[in-house]
């Protein structure tokens, strides 16, 4: 087009320079546009073994093999300069040159790239599942640098193949790191009942521990900071606050005494600078707020330091009040009172978590309360019957699901589970699912029943397990299974040749709780005796640690202990018959994130740590 345009003559009486004439010195001797860069041909991209190569595939084009070496070179389009039958593969010396270079002006060996660095077994694979076209090594030859179409691939196919990486695995129960860390409490002969511990609950932190008594006082304990002089030294906890929760109260109208005894206290999630907690005993709910103090004003115009006000003819200036630092000061205060929402005694509350709402229950009813709102409460179970002759169970404890605020789980008197999902019905006397395990006809006796009731369920941080503990076992159910429990776990079989004699004393009766550790690896009750039980999910190991002022010194490693039930023992083992059931462990606390657990013995609190965790941190 450029020739004919030339040789056409000026266009508007203008004419054209002598470059693009044809006519011009240069027309002769111009040469054609600059190629583009040549492309690999089909045949010569490398292929894993085993694959069949392009050319021998049905429907594709077989592309002529490239000439061999001193042969005359293709002649090229006259337009493109390109071989009509496609270029041969670039020489291995030009692939690799600029790489050479980038080395050279860098000083340092350049990464290989992705194919190279992958393993044998993720190549084979790769190379087996896509072809030549992959961009794969052959092991005949040694493969050229594949082409970048290739090469932006080799990342996703290795993802693919290659598992994610394990998650590190949390500190286990060791059987020999476990030390005490704290005691509270007076070492007297002679308990009084109104200073045995009733509850102990960790807030989601783990920085402030409450403990709750029969005489319906509040213990909260504050976690030390790290001292400057020991900086890898755990802080211990120190009494932050007590207060009177609860008084003894009198129903006039059933004339039934109620007791002041703690039966369960939650911590709110805090939203501020004050802390959050409910407390309830058997029929009232408290809910408290913990702030602290530092400061206080002074330099009023119109009151003095008392408080009072200032007779107006002595203000002679105006002064601004300014705030000044004082000993710090921690106060408690009542900040709702939810009453008369129970007929039955409370056995357990649970707080939801939108942070909005709570629930309580009592023997055949549990409440939704509103956080806000103390004059009513929305019923969701209800398992009275019409005639109470036709009672057969009584709801045992509840709770919510740490993530979905629409599920809760109730356990009963007959060891059953019931999962119930509040956007089905507002009543759910129906529930979603039921977790029960068959009863073995062989093991039937009079104590079945009672020794099959649930005393307490906890969810698993994770939301997918149900931890459950029953007088002589804990169980772990999965909620995908409703069938029976994916493990379970003897805590003191030693007592059913004694279940006559603990029926007598009412021993056969004691709820113990359980808990879980912060990575749901490892689940720890309590048992008589002052024993307490870990079992590790992931090793199948159990230990037996004691919880007691004569074998548990400061800072030293608790000894494991055995109970022997006939035949040989060791020197260390205890015979059943000598097992002290007026000791026991009923409740336990374990921190949400560190190998810290928290045991109430009666009157005392121990606080153990486990001792690598502590050197650790």
């Known amino acids: 087009r450029l020739a004919e345009a030339a040789n056409a003559g000026p266009v508007g009486g203008v004419e054209r320079d002598a470059s693009v004439r044809g006519d011009s010195p240069s027309a002769s001797t111009h040469t054609p546009p600059r190629a583009r860069a040549p492309r690999l041909s089909p045949g010569a991209l490398p292929r894993a073994p085993g694959s069949t ?23 090229p389009h006259p337009r493109s300069g390109r071989s009509l039958l496609g270029a041969p593969p670039r020489p291995p010396a030009r692939a690799g040159s600029r790489a050479r270079r980038r080395r050279r002006r860098s000083g340092r060996r350049a990464r290989p790239p992705a194919a190279a660095r992958r393993t044998p077994v993720a190549v084979a694979a790769c190379g087996a599942a896509h072809g030549p076209a992959a961009g794969l090594a052959s092991p005949r030859a040694p493969a050229p640098r594949p082409p970048p179409r290739a090469r932006a691939h080799a990342p996703l196919l290795f993802c693919q193949l290659t598992a994610p990486p394990p998650r590190p695995a949390a500190p286990a129960a060791d059987q020999g790191s476990w030390c005490l860390c704290q005691l509270n409490g007076a070492a007297d002969l002679e308990v009084s009942e109104a200073d045995i511990i009733s509850t102990v609950e960790f807030n989601h932190t783990g920085e402030l521990l409450a403990t709750g008594d029969k005489g ?13 002089n020991a900086p890898h030294s755990q802080g211990e906890y120190d009494v932050y606050s007590t207060f009177q929760s609860h008084e003894p109260e009198f129903d006039y109208l059933k004339s039934l005494e109620i007791e002041e005894k703690i039966n369960k206290i939650k911590w709110l999630p805090q939203q501020n600078a004050a802390h959050s907690l409910l407390s309830t005993n058997d029929k ?20 003095d330091e008392e408080g009072k006000l200032k007779d107006l003819s002595t203000v002679t200036s105006l002064q601004v009040p300014v705030l000044k630092p004082m000993d710090l000061m921690v106060e408690v205060s009542p900040r709702r009172i939810f009453a008369n929402g129970h007929t039955y005694h409370i056995n357990s509350i649970s707080v939801n978590s939108d942070c909005e709402t709570y629930m309580s229950a009592d023997d055949l009813r549990i409440n939704l309360w509103h956080l806000a709102i103390t004059d009513r409460s929305f019923n969701i179970v209800d398992i009275k019957p019409a005639n109470m002759e036709d009672l057969t169970e009584v709801i045992t404890a509840s709770e919510f699901h740490p993530h979905h605020c629409n599920l809760f789980v109730y356990s009963s008197s007959k060891g059953s589970l019931r999962l119930c999902d509040m956007r089905a019905a507002a009543l759910c006397d129906k529930h979603s699912k039921l977790f029960e395990e068959p009863e073995d006809p062989s093991n039937r006796s009079f104590f079945s029943e009672i020794i099959s009731s649930v005393s307490d369920v906890k969810f698993s941080h994770s939301g997918r397990y149900m931890l459950t503990r029953d007088y002589l076992t804990v169980k772990v159910w999965d909620l995908n299974m409703e069938a029976r429990p994916i493990e379970t776990y003897q805590v003191h079989d030693y007592l059913r040749s004694k279940l006559c004699s603990l029926y007598e004393n009412d021993c056969i009766f004691d709820k113990f709780e359980c808990a879980w550790n912060g990575s749901d690896s490892v689940i720890m009750t309590g048992a008589y005796n002052n024993f307490f039980r870990m079992f590790d999910r992931n090793t199948k190991r159990d230990v037996t640690l ?22 040989k023992r060791r020197r260390d083992d205890i015979s059943v018959d000598s097992l002290d059931f007026t000791k026991k462990i009923l409740h336990t606390a374990w921190h949400p994130a560190e190998n810290i657990i928290a045991i109430a013995a009666t009157n005392n609190l121990y606080i153990f740590q486990d001792k690598v965790n502590s050197e650790m941190h």
């Open 216 to 228: 319906g006082r509040v213990v909260i304990f504050q976690r030390e900071p790290e001292s400057k």
């Open 53 to 75: 190569p392009c050319d021998q595939r049905p429907g594709i084009l077989a592309p002529r093999p490239p000439s061999a070496p001193g042969a005359a070179p293709r002649a």
């Open 284 to 303: 009232t709910i408290k809910l408290w707020k913990i702030t602290e103090r530092d400061k206080r004003p002074e330099g009023y115009n119109l009151k």
């Open 546 to 567: 004691e919880a007691s002022r004569e074998s548990s010194k400061p800072r030293a490693v608790l000894k494991p202990r055995r109970v022997c039930v006939g035949g």
